[in-house]
C-alpha cells in the first residue's frame, strides 16, 4: 500500500492539523509516514503545503515527486490548483470550495471550480457551510477530512479513534461535534 | 518506543535521551523547532536542562562552550546564517577543544525558503577542522545524537551536525529508546591551559588540531553513517550525500544498479572514495546544497569524470527533488502537468491587526515630505514591509544592518536615513550599531518594532522587549529623543507627527513603537 497526498490551502487554515490526523493513524495502522511541511515566513498568510506520505513499504523521500501525487486535499480552491503539477494522470482533488481572497487579483471563483471538476474523480464540496449548518463551523477540516477519507487507502473509521484523542481534552461535546462533522459527506 | 517527529524534534529527542545538559539557541528557520522541544520536554524539566532562548548566536555558542568546559553535555542551535554570527567562537571551541561533548546544530536553508543566503555549513566544518555528520533521514537525526556525543568527548573537538530544511520539517516515523543515558556529572577539563588561547598554547592546539584529522577521516571511515553499496552496473558510481542519498534511492525505487556510496560523516572518507572511483567508469556527486563533495573531487584540473551540480547535471542552486535526481540519471520521469493560468501568486503578508500596518502607514506619511528619504530594513516580519501595499523599505541584508547601514548611508550624505528594526532583531545585534551612532550623533532615526517576541520564528522569547527605552538611553541616546509611540489607526495622526519631528531633528533618535504581536495575543485568548 502506497498512498502519496498534497495538502494545500493558505496560511493560517490549518492544513496541518489534517495531516497530523491521517499520519496518527497511519502510523497505528503500521504504516511508514513521512509528512514534509511549511514553517517560517509563508505561513503569513500566504500559500502554505504539506506532503503526506504513507506506505506499508520504507519510504526514502520525504518529498513527492512532482506527477506522482494520489490526492490533493486543499482548504481552498485556488490553491488545490497550485499543486496540479504534483498530480498523477490518475490522482484526484479534493477541495473546499469557499476561497481566501486576501490577494487584488484572485480569479473568478467558478472558473477556478470548473476546473477543479474536470479532473475525473474529483469533488469540490463547501466544507465551511456544511461545518455552519452543523453548529461548528471551526470543524470545517474535519468535513473536508471526512471527504477526502475513503481515498486515503486505509479503513476511513479508523480516523475516528485519533480524532476523538486529538480533541479528548477540550470535552465530549467538541468530540462529538468533531465525529459528527467527519460524517458529514464521508 | 514509536513516535512521528519532525527532523528536529528527532534529533531533540535524540540528545535528551544521550544526557544532554544545556540547549542554548537563537530561534532561526529551519531550527527553532530543536529548543523548542526540549523546552515542552518532560524529561528536560525533570533534569533542570538549560533550556531559555540566548540572544544572539554568538552568546548561545560561547554559553554551550561554558557548559562543555564544565563537562557536562550541550547543543547549541541555529539556522546557517546564524552561524556567520557565532563564527568567532565557533572556529575558536575546535582551538580549546570541549571537554563534555559539543554538538554546534546548524539547519541550511537550500532553496532559501526563509532566508537570505543558501550558505552550506559543511564548508565552516571543514575550514574549522571539525568532524561534521549530515543525517539522511529522521531516524539518523535522532541515532547521531549519542553517537556524536561520544566522538566529540573521545577525540575533545566539538562536531558539527547539519540538517537541512526538508530533514528538519519533515515528520517521520521513529523508534527511539525506552530510557535516557545518564547525564555527565560536573567535571573539570584536562589540562584547562588548552582553554586559555593566547598566541603561545594557542600555537600548540592549532598543531594538535593538524594532528587530529588523520584521526577524524578514520572515523569517517569506520562510521555508521558512511556506507559503500555494492552495485553491478560499475559504469556509473554515485556518492550521495545527507537527504540526497533519498532522492537517489526514491528515483531507483530503492533498487539502484550502481555502487553508491552514502556519506553523513564527514570530512570525507578517502578509501571509500578511493574505492568507489576506481571502480566506476563516472561519477555523479549529489547533495542537498552546495557542490561540497562534488567541487573537492573535480580539483582544480575539473576532472570530467566528476558530474553533479557543476556540470549541469544538477541544478547549480536550489535543493533536491525525486524528479532533478531522477532527471540526472537520464531516469523515466512523470512529466507534472501544467499549472493552469488562473492560480495566482499569494505571497506572506503581514496579518491583519498587526502592529506593523499601522507603523509603516505613520512612517510611510511621515517621511513622503522630504525628498529622498531612505528606510534601512532588518530581519524579521516587518521585512514584508518591502512588498506592496507598502514597499516601504530599500534593504534587508543580516540581522541588525538597518541600524548600521542607515548610519553609514548619512555618513555618506543621505537624509533621512532611518533604521526599521524588531525587538528581538535590535538585542541580538542592533544595539552596537547604536553605540557607533551615539559615539558619533550620527543623523539617523531608528525605530525599534517592539511586538514583545521573536514572531517570524512563531513567538519566542525576546529577551530586550519592554524595555529597549531604557536599553537606549543606556547606550546613550539622548532622552529627549527616545520616543515610544503605539501602533493603532486612531493613534495615526498622533504618530506621524512624533516620527516627522524626529526625522527632522538632526541627530540621533529612537522611536520605539509598542503594541503585542497579534498572533501571540490571539493565542492568550
Redesign the interface.
Known amino acids: 500500500m502506497k498512498k502519496d497526498i498534497i495538502l494545500a490551502g ?2 493560517g487554515q490549518g492544513i496541518l492539523t489534517i495531516a497530523t490526523i491521517i ?2 493513524t497511519a ?1 497505528k495502522a503500521g504504516l ?16 502554505v503545503e504539506a ?1 503526506l506520505r504513507l506506505s506499508s ?12 501525487a494520489d490526492l490533493i486535499i486543499s482548504v481552498e480552491p ?2 488545490a ?2 499543486h ?6 490518475t490522482g484526484i482533488i479534493v477541495s473546499n470550495a469557499k476561497p481566501i481572497i ?2 487584488n ?3 473568478e471563483v467558478e ?2 471550480i470548473a ?1 477543479i471538476e474536470a479532473i475525473k474523480g474529483s469533488k469540490v464540496i463547501d466544507a465551511d457551510k456544511i461545518a455552519a449548518d452543523l453548529g461548528n463551523p471551526r470543524s470545517m477540516n474535519i468535513v473536508l477530512l471526512g471527504a477526502a477519507a475513503p481515498f486515503l487507502g486505509f479503513d476511513p473509521s479508523l480516523l475516528e479513534a485519533t480524532i476523538a484523542s486529538l480533541f479528548e481534552r477540550k470535552g465530549q461535546a467538541v468530540v462529538d461535534a468533531n465525529l459528527k462533522a467527519f460524517h458529514a459527506i464521508i | 518506543m514509536k513516535k512521528i517527529l519532525l527532523g528536529d524534534e528527532a534529533y531533540a529527542q535524540g540528545v535528551l535521551d544521550a544526557g544532554l545538559s544545556g540547549c542554548y539557541a537563537y530561534p532561526g528557520t529551519p531550527s527553532t523547532e530543536i529548543m523548542e522541544y526540549v523546552q515542552n520536554s518532560k524529561l528536560a524539566a525533570e533534569r533542570g536542562i538549560h533550556r531559555e532562548w540566548s540572544s544572539n548566536e554568538k552568546t548561545a555558542m560561547e554559553e554551550a562552550l561554558g557548559v562543555s568546559y564544565a563537562g557536562k553535555r550541550a547543543i547549541v542551535c541555529m539556522k546557517h546564517v546564524g552561524l556567520n554570527v557565532a563564527g568567532d567562537g565557533f572556529v575558536n571551541s575546535a582551538v580549546t577543544g570541549t571537554n563534555g561533548g559539543l554538538l554546534v546544530t546548524v539547519a541550511d536553508d537550500p532553496s532559501m525558503h526563509s532566508s537570505q543566503n543558501e550558505q552550506d555549513s559543511r564548508f565552516y566544518a571543514q575550514f574549522a577542522m571539525i568532524p561534521c555528520i549530515e543525517p539522511s533521514s529522521q531516524q539518523e537525526c535522532y541515532d547521531l545524537a549519542k553517537y556524536a556525543f561520544e566522538l566529540s568527548e573521545k577525540n575533545e573537538i566539538p562536531v558539527l551536525i547539519r540538517l537541512t530544511t526538508r530533514l528538519s520539517h519533515s515528520r517521520s516515523n521513529i523508534e527511539t529508546a525506552d530510557a535516557p543515558s545518564a547525564m555527565n556529572d560536573l567535571h573539570a577539563p584536562n589540562n584547562p591551559r588548552r582553554f586559555v588561547l593566547l598566541p603561545a598554547i594557542a600555537k600548540g592546539n592549532v598543531k594538535k588540531l593538524c594532528e587530529k584529522q588523520a584521526d577524524f577521516a578514520k572515523l569517517s571511515e569506520e562510521s555508521p553513517f558512511n556506507k559503500l553499496i555494492d552495485g553491478k552496473d560499475t559504469s556509473l558510481g554515485i556518492v550521495a550525500t545527507g537527504i540526497a542519498y533519498n532522492y537517489v534511492m526514491e528515483a531507483f525505487g530503492g533498487n539502484c544498479p550502481y555502487p553508491i556510496l552514502k556519506i553523513s560523516q564527514y570530512p570525507l572518507p578517502k578509501k571509500m572514495l578511493s574505492t568507489l572511483l576506481n571502480k566506476c567508469d563516472k561519477i555523479m556527486v549529489v547533495e542537498e546544497g552546495a557542490p561540497f563533495v562534488e567541487s573537492q573531487l573535480r580539483g582544480p584540473l575539473e576532472d570530467p569524470r566528476i558530474m553533479g551540480r557543476l556540470t549541469g547535471h544538477l541544478p547549480r542552486t536550489g535543493e533536491l527533488n525525486p524528479y532533478l535526481v531522477a532527471k540526472a540519471f537520464d531516469l523515466k520521469v512523470a512529466e507534472p502537468p501544467a499549472i493552469p493560468d488562473l492560480v495566482k501568486m499569494r505571497p506572506p503578508r503581514l496579518c491583519d491587526g498587526c502592529p506593523h500596518v499601522s507603523t509603516y502607514n505613520a512612517l510611510k506619511e511621515a517621511i513622503a515630505k522630504f525628498e529622498d528619504p531612505r528606510v534601512f530594513g532588518d530581519i524579521g516580519c516587518y521585512t514584508l514591509g518591502a512588498l506592496p501595499p507598502f514597499q516601504a523599505i530599500s534593504s534587508c541584508v543580516d540581522m541588525g544592518a538597518s541600524v548600521t547601514m542607515a548610519k553609514g548611508a548619512a555618513d555618506a550624505g543621505i537624509h533621512p536615513s532611518v533604521a526599521v528594526i524588531g525587538d528581538s532583531t535590535f538585542t541580538h545585534s542592533g544595539m552596537t550599531g547604536i553605540l557607533d551612532a551615539v559615539w558619533e550623533n550620527a543623523n539617523i532615526t531608528v525605530m525599534i518594532l517592539d511586538n514583545g517576541t521573536t514572531g517570524m520564528t512563531g513567538g519566542q522569547t525576546s529577551i530586550g522587549a519592554g524595555r529597549l527605552e531604557t536599553i537606549c538611553i543606556g547606550l546613550g541616546v539622548n532622552p529627549d529623543h527616545v520616543k515610544v509611540i503605539t501602533p493603532l489607526p486612531q493613534k495615526h495622526a498622533e504618530n506621524v507627527e512624533t516620527i516627522a519631528a524626529e526625522l527632522k531633528y538632526e541627530g540621533l533618535s529612537v522611536i520605539v513603537s509598542r503594541r503585542e504581536c497579534i498572533q501571540t495575543l490571539r493565542r492568550k485568548k
Open positions: 493558505v496560511g499520519a496518527q502510523l511508514n509516514v513521512r509528512q514534509p511541511e511549511v514553517h517560517g515566513m509563508s505561513q503569513r498568510g500566504g500559500a506532503h513499504d520504507h519510504i526514502y523521500s520525504d518529498l513527492i515527486a512532482p506527477g506522482t485556488m490553491e490548483l497550485r496540479l503539477d504534483s498530480l498523477s494522470p486576501n490577494i487579483d484572485y480569479p472558473k477556478i476546473a
